[in-house]
C-alpha cells in the first residue's frame, strides 16, 4: 500500500508528500474519474511478498543463510521512503523519492530480488569470532557510519551493500572453491 500511494502521488506536480496521508482514496464523481495505471505497479511488491514467504516456508536450504532478499528487508526500504520525504533534507534522495520511473524500477528490483536464487548472508552469529563472520561485522560498520551520516537515507543504502557484500561473498567463494 505504501508504494501504491507514492506512485500515486508521484504523479502530482505539486510538492505532495508534505501531504502524505494513510487515507487509500475518496469518491469523485464519475465525469472526474481518471484511473491511472502507475499506482497499480506497487502492488507487485505485495505479490512478490506472497510469493516469497510461501516458497521461504518450504524451502529447506534457508537455513543458515537466505536465498533471494528477506521481506523484513523490502519492507524497510519501501517504509524508508516516506519518512525521507518527510524528514530528509538531501535534495537527490528527496528528488529520487519522488520519481515515478525510480519507484516502479524500485519495486520491480525489490520484486525480483525478494525470489532470485541469490543466497545472502544472515546476521545470525554461531560464535563471535572475527574470521567466522567477517562479512557479518563489515556489514554492521557500514550500516553504522551510513546511519550516523545519512539517518533515514542510509536505510535503503544498506539494504543495497547487503546485496552487494553477499554477492561479493558467493563470487569470492565459488572462485576460492575453484582454486582448491
Known amino acids: 500500500m505504501i508504494m501504491f500511494k507514492l506512485l500515486e502521488k508521484s ?12 487515507s487509500v482514496g475518496s469518491w469523485v464523481p464519475v465525469e472526474d474519474a481518471t484511473i491511472y495505471f ?3 505497479i506497487g502492488l507487485l511488491i505485495a505479490l512478490a511478498s506472497a510469493y516469497r514467504l510461501a516458497n521461504f516456508n518450504i524451502d529447506e536450504r534457508q537455513t543458515s543463510s537466505f536465498i533471494g532478499l528477506p521481506t523484513p528487508a523490502m519492507t524497510l526500504v519501501i517504509a524508508s521512503i516516506p519518512l525521507i520525504l518527510t524528514y530528509s533534507n538531501n535534495i537527490t ?3 529520487l523519492a ?5 519507484l516502479i524500477g524500485i519495486t520491480i528490483v525489490f520484486s525480483v530480488l525478494m525470489n532470485a536464487n541469490i543466497p545472502l548472508f ?3 552469529f554461531k560464535s563471535f569470532g572475527f574470521k567466522d563472520n567477517a562479512i557479518v561485522y563489515v556489514f554492521l560498520l557500514i550500516c553504522i ?5 545519512l539517518q533515514f537515507v542510509a536505510i ?8 552487494v557484500l553477499s554477492i561479493v561473498q558467493n563470487i569470492l567463494y565459488q572462485f576460492n572453491f ?3
Open 38 to 40: 502507475f499506482p497499480f
Open 122 to 124: 544472515s546476521l545470525k
Open 145 to 149: 557510519i551510513l546511519l550516523i551520516v
Open 156 to 163: 535503503p543504502i544498506i539494504i543495497t551493500v547487503y546485496v
Open 93 to 95: 534522495a528527496l528528488n
Open 178 to 180: 575453484k582454486m582448491r
Open 11 to 22: 504523479q502530482e506536480q505539486t510538492q505532495w508528500y508534505q501531504k502524505l496521508s494513510s
Open 98 to 102: 519522488q520519481n515515478k520511473f525510480v
